[in-house]
C-alpha cells in the first residue's frame, strides 16, 4: 500500500487574518503523516501595490499581472507570507520548507498565451519535477509552496493557488495515496449559498453533474469543483473541501469529493 | 578524500547591478562540484522601504531593524531577489534552491541581546543544522541562501550575510574541503586602498597580524578578515576574496587566505 500524503491548499481570506492564520498553522502541524502546504496571497500584494502606488489594472473582471505586480507578488508570496509561514511551522516543531515553483526546478509553467486578453506574467502549469520534491517528503521535510512557478528561461510567473495544489497532488499520486484539501471560509459546498448549513456531504461525478444541471451550486464554486473532478480522474484518492475545521482528526461537517 | 564545496558570498554591490548580476550568475553556474551561493539585499531594502514610507532609523551609523524593517528585509531578501536569482539559475542549468535560515529549519540564531544599542530584529547564530542540507548538496540541488536566520520560536532575524557564509561553510567542513568565496567590487585585499593593483595575493595568519600592526588594511576590511581567519581556524580549509572574476578557473588576481 502506498504511504499516505496530505495536500493542504489555503487561501487568503484565512492568510489575511493573523489569529485565523495562527490557529491554522496549529491545526495544520498537527496533521498525521506526510503533508505539504500551498498558499494563495490575497488581498496583502494589492494592500503592498497600492502603498508603492501601484495600480492594479483589471480586465473583464480579471487582474493583469505587469511586471510591477509580479515583483509585489514575489515579494509578498514568496517572501513575507512564505518566510513567516515556515518560521511560525518551525516553531511548532513542524519542520517546514518554503518554496516557490523555480526552487528545484520543481513547477514549470508557460506563459498563458495571449488571447483576448494578455494577463501578463501568469503561469500555466506543464509539468511538475517530482525528483527533489519526493526526496523533500521523504526525508520528513514539509514543503510550503507560494503561487509562483517559472518557465525554466528564468521567469517567474504568477501562478493560481489551487492549481498549484492540485497539480501537485497529481503528480505525487504515483507514489502517495494523496488526499487534497481545499480549506476556505465556508464549511464546505453548499446546497443553499445562504446557509452554511446546507454542506453537501459527499459529492461523486454523478451528484456532481446532477448539481450541475439544478444549478445549485454558487458561481465561484464551479471553477473549484471542476479542477477538483480533474485531479480525482487524475489519480488523486479524494479531494475535501471546508474550513479549517475539516482538519481535525474527527471532522465531520465538510465535502468529500470522489470519483 | 573529502568532496569539495564552494561558498560563495555576493555583496549588495553585485546584486544591484542587473548586468553585473547576470554576469556572476553566469561565472557561478559555471563552477564545478557542490556549491552553494549566499547573498545579501543591500540598498534595495533600504530604497523599498522608502517607496514605503518606512524610515530607516541608524544607531551610531549602524541600522536597527525594527518591525516594519525587518518585513521589508524578509519581501527583498528573501522573495524579490532570492526567487529571482533562483529562476535564473534554473536557466542556467544549475538546480538552485532558495532558503532563507528558517527553511528546514537550517540557520538558528538569537535576538541579539541588547546592550549600549537594540538592533531590533538581527541575528546572531547559534548553530547550523546540517542534515537537510547536506542532503540537498549531495543530491545535486544549490542552496541559495538570504540573509536571514530564524529563532526556532517563529521569529525572522535579519543576519549579516557574511557570517551565514562562514558559519555554514565550517558547518559543512566535516563532510567537505571548503573553500570561501567573498565576492566584492575590489580585486581583493589592498596594500594601498587607492590602488587597485595592490592586491595581497596570499595572506597567513602571520602576515595578517603583520598587517595589522602596519595599519596598511582598509578599514572597512578588518571584520571581514577576523570572520575569514575565524572561519579557517574552524577547518575551512581556504578563503578567497576578490572580485567575480576570481571564479573564472584560471584566474591569479584574488587575495588567498589560509592558516
Known sequence: MKPSLSIVKIGGNIIENEKELARFMILFSQIEGHKILVHGGGKKATSMAEKMGIKTTMVKGRRITDRKSLEVAVMIYGGLVNKSIVATLQALSCNAIGLSGADAGIIEAVKRPVESVDFGFVGDIVSVHTKALLN??????????????????????????????????????EEYTTTLYYCFEKPGVLSDVASDNSVISHINKQTYYSLLKEQTIADGMLPKLENCFYALDHSVHKVCIGNMQMLLPHSTTYTTLTL
Not at 507560494?146 to 528561461?153: F, I, M, Q, V, W
Not at 528564468?154 to 492540485?166: E, K, P, R, Y
Open 136 to 173: 523533500f517528503v521523504q526525508t520528513g521535510l514539509v514543503p510550503v509552496f507560494c503561487a509562483l512557478s517559472h518557465d525554466g528561461k528564468g521567469q517567474l510567473l504568477n501562478t493560481n493557488a489551487d492549481t498549484i495544489a492540485s497539480e501537485l497532488a497529481i503528480a505525487l499520486s
